[in-house]
């Protein structure tokens, strides 16, 4: 069989890996996992310095397949390859870059449907809930295991920028630059919200079971894709939506009176909803959402984010888009004021781009071109 | 000095006027800073830590590119981003004039910053006052544009520029006026292009 070509500044075939951690990991709830495993890829070499490693954090429901294609599934390409890849902003060649799955996914990192050795069932509703410092926590022991003392840059978007910010708090000395893309120093309420509108989706599905699905083999499918119809709204702008899809009519001359699909919007909403309830764990989707509501750096500082920020030790790299209103623009200024107020090595880029929270996973050429500028200048 | 340095000075010497007023490892803002040439600079002869705030895209991405920090906001909605006192040095140079909220951003300046340094095109000079006075808006190497699609909003003499400052309780401190290079020290206000201020607080005593 011959392999399929890579596509050119593609790192080609990648190999999900797994490492496992038998030292028992204490929770910010106070629970305690007693064992776990973190799905990783890795990309390019780490160099002999060991000083050219990046961390590539994830949102809600990527995963560790940051780049490449897997040799067995050639259309599974990973979610950031316009970003990583050998002569791309994050430069292969250049750097050894990580993608990690947060504890609690349902990708391969342990999570609800893990085992839990302690009833040898899966884990389901009793799995604790996971917060941001948690997952840097499971993280920092990756970057032991991989012999990674400090790396030269942290990067996510989204939640994955909640991640990449945390890093430069839980352990300072071990990130040199932080990159924080379409971030926010903590959920709005409209943003808990949404949230909550979705997780009530999945609870009050008949078949989610308290969270015990597993067992009786079903999937509370109908919530999960209702919770994906409304995180899908809420990351795109109205104006991309209505570029997209207008009121254009699915195969229609006009309305048809009755529920059945008018909107081309109604059909997209539907799809995603669907594809989503067929691959997304529901027990993943509460905590995950959990984990964001509760993330919050300043609380501890009587609501202070400069003070939160005061221990960080990387050089800042914030990057907003205009037209992203779950997390906006005003919210990653927050972070870059907090950043000046101490004093911080920060540059800040407002993108005026349409494309809505989602515009972080877009290539645009100012977002790239200055990620790529940035990149470059880092020091290995 | 290497060569970028020497071209950027050759070039501008109203920032060189400007850099010589920023005392070494002083904190510099600098608004406008286009591709970040001049925080470079300083950061490299003076180890002056700066941060640019620019508007166009395409110039921050330069000054990410030349290692400036550089923060993508527009100088219209005010400095709130910037603590009181948070600067050594607040840098206005060749934009006042483009330049909306004029008076709210230079009471800005000097609440952010100890000390503000501003350069600015002399409206006041020859050229200018005699293509005026033969029926035509001036254009010269320092006002390069046409009246329909100048940037410019906000054009002014040495004369308007210091009532300015003295209506807003802001002292001058040093000045320096140019032309073609030079310094200027004779009428200044008829035979300098351009203007370069160092401004404090409060009125000389």
């Known amino acids: 069989m011959n392999a399929p070509q890579p596509a050119p500044g593609s790192v080609g075939i990648v190999e999900a890996r797994k490492a496992s951690f038998s030292e028992p990991l204490k929770l910010k709830s106070g629970a305690v996992l007693p064992q776990f495993e973190i799905a990783y890829e890795t990309y390019g070499e780490l160099n002999a310095a060991r000083s050219n ?14 780049a490449g294609h897997y040799a067995d599934d050639p259309d599974n390409v990973g979610w950031w390859d316009n970003l990583v890849g050998p002569g791309k902003p994050l430069d292969t060649r250049r750097f050894f870059v ?22 040898g069932k899966s884990w389901g509703a009793d799995f604790p809930l996971v917060t941001v410092e948690d997952w840097v926590e499971a993280q920092a022991r990756l970057a032991d295991r991989l012999g990674i003392e400090r790396f030269a840059g942290v990067i996510g978007g989204s939640l994955g920028a909640m991640q990449a910010l945390q890093w430069t708090l839980s352990f300072p000395e071990r990130i040199r630059h932080a990159i924080v893309i379409a971030a926010t120093p903590r959920l709005s309420a409209q943003n808990i919200a949404f949230n909550e509108v979705a997780r009530q989706a999945i609870m009050t599905d008949p078949d989610f079971h308290g969270g015990h699905y597993y067992e009786k083999g079903v999937v509370p499918r109908r919530g999960l894709r209702i919770a994906r119809m409304i995180g899908h709204i809420t990351y795109l702008s109205d104006d991309a939506m209505m570029e997209k899809f207008g ?134 | ?30 608004l406008g800073c286009g591709d970040g040439a001049l925080l470079r600079y300083l ?81 006041g000079h020859w050229q200018a006052r005699l293509q005026v006075t033969l029926g035509r808006m001036p254009v010269s190497q320092e006002l390069p544009y046409q009246w329909y699609d100048t940037p410019n909003v906000h054009l002014c003499t040495l004369e308007d520029f210091e009532d300015f400052c003295r209506r807003l309780g802001f002292r001058v401190l040093e000045r320096l006026v140019l032309h073609a290079g030079r310094s200027v020290t004779l009428m200044p206000n008829l035979l300098g292009s351009v203007a370069v201020y160092r401004l404090g607080q409060g009125n000389p005593a």
């Open chain 2, 1 to 30: 000095m290497t060569d970028d340095q020497q071209a950027l000075l050759a070039a501008r010497p109203d920032l060189v006027a400007m850099a010589r007023w920023v005392a070494p490892g002083a904190r510099v803002l600098d």
């Open chain 1, 247 to 380: 009121r254009v009519l699915r195969g229609k001359a006009g309305p048809g009176f009755d529920f059945d699909i008018d909107f081309e919007i109604e059909s997209y909403l539907r799809y995603q909803g669907d594809k989503f309830a067929s691959y997304f764990d529901a027990n993943t989707y509460l905590r995950i959402t959990k984990a964001l509501d509760y993330y919050d750096p300043a609380a501890d500082f009587g609501g202070d984010l400069a003070a939160a920020l005061a221990r960080a030790r990387a050089a800042f790299l914030v990057v907003s888009f205009t037209s992203d209103w779950r997390f906006a623009s005003a919210r990653s200024r927050e972070i870059v004021k907090a950043l000046l107020e101490g004093r911080k090595i920060v540059s800040y880029l407002e993108i005026d781009a349409p494309q809505g929270h989602d515009a972080f996973l877009m290539d645009d050429p100012r977002y790239h071109g200055a990620l790529r500028a940035y990149f470059a200048n880092v020091a290995l």
């Open chain 2, 43 to 123: 950061w490299q002869a003076k180890q002056a830590p700066g941060y640019g705030v620019e508007i166009d895209a395409a110039h921050v991405v330069e000054c990410v590119r030349n290692d400036v920090n550089v923060l993508q906001m527009n100088l219209e909605d005010g400095l709130a981003t910037f603590g009181d006192r948070s600067f050594d040095c607040v840098i206005l140079s060749e934009t006042l004039q483009a330049i909306h909220h004029t008076e709210q951003l230079m009471r800005e300046m000097l609440r952010v910053g100890r000390e503000a340094i501003v350069s600015f095109p002399n409206f």
């Open chain 1, 98 to 119: 990580i993608g990690t799955n947060y504890l609690g996914s349902c990708f391969g990192s342990t999570g609800p449907a893990s085992v839990n050795p302690a009833t």
């Open chain 1, 53 to 66: 490693a990046v961390l590539v954090c994830h949102a809600l429901n990527a995963s560790h397949h940051v």
